[in-house]
C-alpha cells in the first residue's frame, strides 16, 4: 500500500512540472515580440535661421504719371523712349508753340502799351495836382485825373498777368520730367495732337522696384520692416532686398497679407514681373527632427513616437522648412520625447520595436 501510494504522488509530481513547463511556455507563446530594430533620438529645441518664402508681382515703389499742362497742341519731337533714365527737369516731349510765341510777342506789346499809359496818366496827375494847389483846377478836374491814373495802373497789371499766363503755356509746351526716374511707358507719338490732362508717360520714381509678397497670415507676426531680404527669379536671378513695409490688411479670401519688399538694385526686373522673395526672420527656437524620421502615412506626414514598453504610435505632424538631413516640425511634437529614426519607414502603429544604438 505504501509503494502504491508513493507512486501515485511521484506520479502527480511529474505532472505538476510538465503542466507548469506548458504554462510557461504558452506565456512566451502569447508575449508579443519586437517586429523591428531601430534606432532612436529624444526631441529636443534648437535654434534655427528662419526663412519666409513668398511669390508676389514686381511693382514700381512710385509709379509717376506724366500729363500734357496745356492742349491742343502738337507734339514735334518725343525726347525720350521707354527703358531711360531720365533727371528731374529734362525735356521730354516738344510740342509746337508756333501760336504761343506769337500770344507772347503781342502780350509784351500790350504791356509796353499799358507802362506808357500808366506814364502818361502819372503825369497828368501830377500836373492836376499842381493845378489844384494853385486854385486853377477845380476838384472835380483832380479826381478824373486819379481815376484815369488808377484805371492805367488796372490796366498795366491785367496786361501783366496775360503776360505771365502766356509765358506759362509757352513752358507748358515743353514737358520735362516731374522727377528722375526710369520711363516705364510712352503713349505719345510724333504728331499726335495732344490734350491738356492726355496721359504721355509714366516714369518709375527713382528707378525704385519693389516686391509685393503675399504672406500667409500665420506668418505675418513674424515680420519687420528693415528685415533683409532676397528677390529671385530662374531667368534673372537674384538681387538683395529689405522689407520696407508690411500693409496692414489681409485679404478675406486668400488669407494673405502683403509684405512690400524693396529692391537695392532693378537688376533686369521690370514692373509687372513674377518673383519670389525669401525674407530672413532671424534665428528663433523650433523643433527638428532627421529627415528620415519623417514618414507618410494615408498622405499624413508624421514619425513614430516611442513608448516606455518599447511601443510605437503614428503621430500627424507639421514639417516646416526643410535642410538635406533635418526637418523643422512646427506642430505635433514636444521636446523630451523619443521618436524613431532608423527603420521609421517600416513600421506600423502600435508595433513593438528593439531599441538599439546609433
Known amino acids: 500500500m505504501q509503494g502504491r501510494f508513493a507512486r501515485r504522488l511521484a506520479a502527480l509530481a511529474l505532472a505538476s512540472i510538465v503542466l507548469a513547463g506548458c504554462s510557461k511556455a504558452d506565456e512566451k507563446a502569447t508575449e508579443p515580440q519586437a517586429s523591428q530594430t531601430v ?3 529624444t526631441v529636443s529645441m534648437a535654434t534655427l535661421p528662419r526663412r519666409i518664402t513668398a511669390s508676389g508681382d514686381i511693382v514700381a515703389w512710385n509709379e509717376v504719371v506724366v500729363g500734357a499742362e496745356t492742349g491742343g497742341l502738337t507734339a514735334v519731337r518725343v525726347l525720350v523712349d521707354e527703358g531711360a533714365w531720365v533727371r528731374q527737369g529734362q525735356p521730354m516731349l516738344q510740342m509746337n508753340a508756333d501760336l504761343l510765341s506769337a500770344q507772347l510777342r503781342q502780350q509784351e506789346a500790350n504791356v509796353a502799351a499799358a507802362r506808357a499809359t500808366v506814364a502818361q ?3 497828368a496827375l501830377a500836373r492836376a495836382r499842381e493845378l489844384k494847389e494853385r ?4 476838384q472835380a478836374g483832380l479826381d478824373n485825373a486819379v481815376a484815369g ?4 495802373a488796372a490796366q498795366l497789371s491785367a496786361a501783366q498777368a496775360g503776360l505771365s499766363e502766356v509765358r506759362t503755356r509757352l513752358s507748358q509746351a515743353t514737358v520735362r520730367a516731374p522727377v528722375s526716374g526710369l520711363v ?5 507719338v510724333q504728331g499726335q495732337i495732344v490734350g491738356a490732362g492726355t496721359e504721355l508717360f509714366r516714369i518709375v520714381r527713382d528707378g525704385r522696384l519693389e516686391l509685393n509678397a503675399e504672406v500667409p497670415e500665420t506668418q505675418l507676426a513674424q515680420l519687420r520692416a528693415g528685415m533683409p531680404a532676397t528677390v529671385a527669379s530662374d531667368q534673372l536671378g537674384e538681387v538683395p532686398g529689405q522689407v520696407r513695409i508690411i500693409t496692414s490688411q489681409v485679404d478675406p479670401q486668400s488669407r494673405v497679407g502683403v509684405a512690400r519688399i524693396a529692391l537695392s538694385t532693378a537688376g533686369g526686373f521690370r514692373p509687372g514681373m513674377f518673383a519670389r ?10 523643433i527638428t527632427t532627421p529627415t528620415v524620421s519623417v514618414v507618410y502615412r494615408d498622405n499624413k506626414s508624421g514619425v513614430f513616437v516611442i513608448d516606455a514598453q518599447s511601443v510605437v504610435r503614428f503621430r500627424p505632424v507639421v514639417v516646416g522648412s526643410r535642410t538635406p538631413d533635418r526637418v523643422e516640425v512646427t506642430e505635433g511634437l514636444k521636446a523630451g520625447e523619443r521618436i524613431v529614426v532608423k527603420g521609421a519607414g517600416f513600421l506600423a502603429d502600435g508595433d513593438r520595436v528593439l531599441v538599439v544604438a546609433k
Open 135 to 138: 486854385g486853377y483846377l477845380a
Open 39 to 41: 534606432t532612436v533620438q
Open 277 to 286: 522673395g525669401v525674407i530672413n526672420v532671424g534665428d528663433q527656437p523650433a
Open 149 to 152: 491814373q488808377a484805371t492805367a
Open 121 to 123: 496818366a502819372d503825369a
Open 184 to 188: 516705364a511707358s510712352r503713349k505719345v
